[in-house]
């Protein structure tokens, strides 16, 4: 059993250096340690085919647990994680569909039309909408469209886009922790512990929502300055872009909003009516296809196959580190070095997820913990609702401190340099780390006096 724990431990390691190398697409990386995973550590190092079985988890899809639930949740998952790749492609799937009709950008430019194409007031509006929209689709999306117009706007008006975009990146990645659908690690938190929507909004929802109000006040003073435009008759010679003009298809269109708003009504209901996120994303995809047209292979081309299978072979190796015991010695390890006490104990998996996910993805590291985090929930004193809305934050609010800690970031400077507004890590760090830290001081001290 120590050769295959280490046989494990080295693919997990090896795995993560290649993630942070950025020379081959991750999804090569975690499928092809993954099916090393199951070759070397199931196979050659244990000689258990049932491990392999357990890994692969597919008898999850005849489960009627895995389609509708009682409510009894509560138990950790193991392997991969089939709910969270459901339940991610449905969403992916609408989210194509509702791209098609130009609902983001039509979105973008009303709210700026709304408040007169000033510039201060687009900034603050866009950093609230951006927390808003990432807390129910994928804050990628969010911000590849949001980028993408705050430069627009940037090029009428004559201001600096840049500080705009980067507080935009942060309140994606605040908005995402503040639901279970908002952030790749809270849909794997969620599944994986039988939470519902409603769990972590009244949770970490709470958190997010003050540190929201704080970071809005902090990017003010941090940005204003900066964001003084140039052209401020702009707004009264009506040189502005028609809203309207965004949308391609009227039809498609009020369907986008349909489809979103059932969406929306199934993840905040589903803890009530049974329906698991897996169902709620069958259910959603079904209708997206069936109301297409056209141009279903239009949406099904566009769907990020790479990020799905990129989630399929982190399962598999996070489950080599589970199926040989490689995380319970973690679990130990963080035990000790607490000493029993929940307070350490807190603050080390926060503050730990969060500079660990600054500079590691942040979606491998919490698969990674949440099988630490339940052998650390038998600690008195403290149970795994409190580790699990750590865990969350940790991960999700430390993913925004760096340019490669989370994807929202890659994609928002992207989208900047792209349009000749380069962004460096020193001009990405200078203003959002401080952010972070504000955000994990804020979280920290409510953790301690909600839950502790």
Request: proline share 3%; net charge neutral.
């Amino acid at each position: 059993m120590v050769l295959a724990q280490i046989t494990a431990a080295t693919i997990f390691v090896v795995m993560l250096m290649l993630i942070v190398w950025d020379k081959i697409e991750r999804h090569y990386v975690t499928i092809g340690c993954g099916v090393l995973t199951l070759a070397l550590v199931f196979g050659l190092c244990m000689k258990d085919a049932s491990a392999i079985v357990h890994t692969l988890n597919l008898h999850s899809f005849v489960s009627p647990s895995f389609w509708y639930s009682a409510g009894e949740g509560g138990e950790v998952a193991s392997g991969i994680n089939w709910e969270t790749i459901v339940f991610i492609a449905g969403m992916m799937i609408m989210v194509e569909g509702m791209a098609l009709s130009g609902f983001f950008r039509w979105l973008c430019m009303q709210i700026a039309k709304m408040v007169r194409y000033k510039t201060i007031p687009i900034f603050i509006t866009f950093m609230i909408i951006s927390a808003v929209l990432s807390m129910f689709i994928d804050s990628i999306t969010v911000i590849l469209f949001l980028a993408a117009v705050t430069v627009e706007l940037a090029q009428l008006l004559k201001f600096n886009p840049i500080p705009m975009i980067l507080a935009e990146i942060f309140c994606a990645n605040l908005g995402g922790s503040a639901t279970m659908c908002g952030d790749p690690p809270n849909i794997i938190i969620g599944t994986s512990l039988g939470y519902s929507f409603t769990d972590f909004l009244t949770n970490t929802g709470v958190m997010a929502g003050i540190s929201l109000i704080v970071v809005i006040v902090y990017f003010y003073f941090c940005f204003r300055k900066q964001l003084v435009s140039k052209n401020t008759s702009a707004a009264e010679s009506g040189n502005y872009p028609d809203p309207k003009t965004a949308i391609i298809s009227k039809k498609r269109f009020i369907l986008s909003w349909v489809i979103f708003l059932l969406a929306v009504v199934l993840l905040v209901t589903h803890a009530s009516t049974g329906l698991t996120v897996s169902s709620i994303g069958i259910i959603i995809t079904v209708i997206t296809l069936l109301t297409a047209g056209k141009e279903i292979l239009t949406i099904l081309k566009k769907v990020d196959y790479k990020t799905l299978l990129f989630f399929i072979g982190l399962f598999m190796v996070v489950g080599g580190l589970e199926e040989t015991g490689v995380l319970e010695v973690v679990a130990n390890y963080i035990g000790i070095i607490s000493g029993g006490n929940a307070f350490i104990m807190v603050a080390i998996i926060l503050w730990g997820s969060a500079i660990a996910s600054a500079f590691v993805d942040n979606i491998p590291f919490a698969a990674t913990m949440i099988p630490v985090i339940n052998a650390l929930s038998g600690t008195p004193g403290i149970d795994i609702d409190t580790l699990a809305w750590t865990l969350s934050m940790g991960t999700d609010i430390g993913g925004s401190a760096t340019p490669i800690g989370a994807s929202a970031n890659v994609v928002g400077t992207s989208v900047a340099a792209k349009e000749g507004y380069p962004v460096s890590w020193g001009r990405y760090c200078k203003p959002l780390v401080p952010a972070t830290i504000l955000v994990l001081a804020i979280s920290t001290a409510y953790i301690f006096l909600v839950y502790l």
